[in-house]
Each structure stands twice: as C-alpha cells, then as structure tokens.
C-alpha cells in the first residue's frame, strides 16, 4: 500500500516537472513516505530524518517532508522531534502534498496536513509506476476492524470500498498500457463492497475485472482476512483464469486464547477449515500468512500452540512479527510483558521453522513446469531471466529470449535461498 502510494506522490511531481535524484545532496525536496506499523519502521526514521539536519542548514530551502502513517499517527508532535521537517501529510491528505510543497516554498511556513476523515476518490491522476509490468489497483482504503494490536484503522482511517465502475476503468486503462498483472489491494480485500451501495463482494469484482482485462494475464489480490475467505471466493479463482490461486491469510496466532484476546473474530479450527478448502481446489496453489509474536500474555503454552500450528499447516511462506505496542490501539494498555529475550527466540524459532517448510515445499517442485511471468534480465547473472509464478514465488531461468511481460514454461531443477532455478521448457 505504501509502495503504490509512493507512486501516486512521484505522480503528482512529476508533472510538476519534478524528477528523482539518487543523491540527497542535489535533492530540492526529500519526502519520507512513513509505516506505523511496527516502532521500529518509526524509529528508523526518526533516525534518517534527524541525520538530515545538517543538509537542512546548509540549504534552507531543500523541502523535508514526512507523509503516510507517521505524520497522521504523531501529527504537528513531529516537529518537536525533528524541527527542520517543514511539513507532515497523512495517508489520507496524499493529494494535498504537491500544494503543501509549494506553500513551504512561497511562505517558508511549516505546514500540517492530517485532518481528512476519508481520502478523496480521485481518476486519471498521473501515477509514476514502478515498472511496465505489474500495477497496484486499490480498491479499498482503510480499514473497519479493530484488532487490539494494529494502528491501521487510526492512521488510515475506516474501511471505504472503492466503486466497481472506477476500479474496472483502472484496469481497463492498466491493460491498454500493457500492463500483464494486476493486484488488487486492501487492508481487509476480501470484505470488498460491503460498504457500498448496491453491496457487492470480492468474487463478483474479480469476476468483473477478469472480463474487464484483455491482455492482462493476472489478476492477484491482498490481504485477505480469515473471517470474509470464503467458498463463494475461492469459487472464483478457479472459474477467473487470470485470477491467481495465491492467499494470503494472516493467522497472527495459533491459540485461539489469544486470537480470541486480538479481537480477530475467528478460531483456529475455522481457520484451518478456510485452508482446508482452499487447497481442496488449488493442491498447487500457494498459501502464505502473518504471525505476531510475544502478544501482552502470550504464553509458552500459547506460543507451542502457534509453532505446532504452522508445523501444520506448512504455509508456503510466512511474514513473522515481534509485537510492538502501538499508541492509541487497545493493545496499548496491556502489559507488554513478554521479555525481549523472548520474542527475540520465538521470534528466531518460527523463522527457523518456516525455513524447514518453505525448503521442504521448493524440493517437492524439483522436476516441475511451473509458468512464468517473465519480469526481466535477473540481477546477478545478465544471461538469465527473472519472472514469477502464479503463486508468487520468484524464477530465476535460462532461456534463449525472453521479453518481460512473456508467460513461459520454465523447468524447475534447484533452488537457493526461496528461489527456484529452471530452464525455459
Ligand atoms: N490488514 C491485515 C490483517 O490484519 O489481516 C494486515 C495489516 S498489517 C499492515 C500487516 C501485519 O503486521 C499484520 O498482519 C500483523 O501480523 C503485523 N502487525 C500489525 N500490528 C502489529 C504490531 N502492533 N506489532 C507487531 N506486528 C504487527
């Protein structure tokens, strides 16, 4: 969410006949596009900020900027902290920046900009994309859950979905561009369309972004919540061929004491059930997930019960976190009382474990044909190609040609690392 929102600011500079630079030094304005997820995303920018104040002096005119979650989490306090900032945009304010640029240019006042309930739907906004293959289409912002732990919901606001018509012209436009993939992002995507009226559902709209793409190979979507993952869904990934069969279903914990403590709304065993369907359609599809370790009472008991749960479910990858106490969420007036020591080995333990899984799952695909979407010349080595497969997991191959945005067969027959090698079939 962050990287696309990265794309729309660079949009809006960009026709303002803005340009990157790689060198801070000849930078006119620099502009920190911040997470409140976790403290330590904070922390380090404080850091990167603060080291900044000697460019600052130097050259009073160079434009600091910090937008995104930190600037709505901590508001006007940041300038407390770091006193060159000249101004702070939240997520919701993201069209505001250019302006706000201009006004610290012309009045040399420090500006805030934090105060929008809901981010303006907005089309045909010049976005600066990252590359020409896969684009970033949100439809939805926000988020309407209020689990205990996570300050998404205070910094991005409530859950909004975006109207099927404004989505589907997106895409219609991505693919005009030539665009090969798509994903569909949300803090909660699978409870797309709730909000709007007529209601709809996530099934429908990947049902309508299917027809709506013509070039278009995939269509991905994230996050999904274990709560709205339902049959009617993974119906329609199998009948949407574009639609890839990948989910990603943060679990956050294997004890239902806990889970039932976060306020997530579901159990292990429902849990295990959305799984259980999702593989009885897609045996070769790819489930993925998010755990948070060290929760205000996590027990050993309880944290046996999250390591016996992914020795399970054998997820094809998994995001681990240590918790972070986050202001304003409720999770904040509990005792943070599992020891940093503690996180830090459940932490390495489930690292260590999703390793075993996630090796044990490359070895089984030794001998496979696996389609590629081929992204470009891969990094290290020029003579091979680099792409992904459906169920996102990075190729590295050989091959006589390949052009990025090409879907080809590539032969899988080793790994290193979480990625596959392979020759073009
Ligand atoms: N909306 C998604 C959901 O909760 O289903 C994910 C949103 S969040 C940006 C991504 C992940 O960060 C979460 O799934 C959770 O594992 C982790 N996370 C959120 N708040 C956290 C906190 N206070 N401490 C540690 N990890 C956290």
Redesign the pocket.
Known sequence: ?NDFDSEIIMGMLRERGYFPTEKEETADIILFNT?S??QHAEDRVFGKVGDLKQLKRERPDLVIGIVGCMAQNYKEAIFDRLPHVDFISGPRNIYDIPELIERVQGEGTRLAAVDKEERPQVMGRPIAREGQIKAWVTVMEG?H?N?T????PTVRGTAQSRPVEMILSEVKSLDAQGYKEVTLIG??VDAYGRDLSPSTDLATLLGEVNRAADTIHRIRFT????VYANEKLFDAIREHPRVCEHLH??I?SGSDRILSHMR?GYTVENYKKRIEEFRKRFPKGAVTT???VG?PGETEEDFGKTFQLMGEVEFDDA?I??????PG?D?MNFKDDVSKKDKEARNQSLLRLQGRMTEKKLRSMMGETVEVLVEGKSKKDKSEYKGRTRTSREVVFRAKYAAPGDLLQVKVDSFFGKTLLGSAA
């Open positions: 969410m997470c997820v976790r988020c859950h689990c732990f996570c300050i998404v803090q909660i996050t999904s919540h274990p279903l943060p956050q997530r998010d755990v948070i929760y995001f976190f240590k918790f972070s106490p986050r969420t999770a």
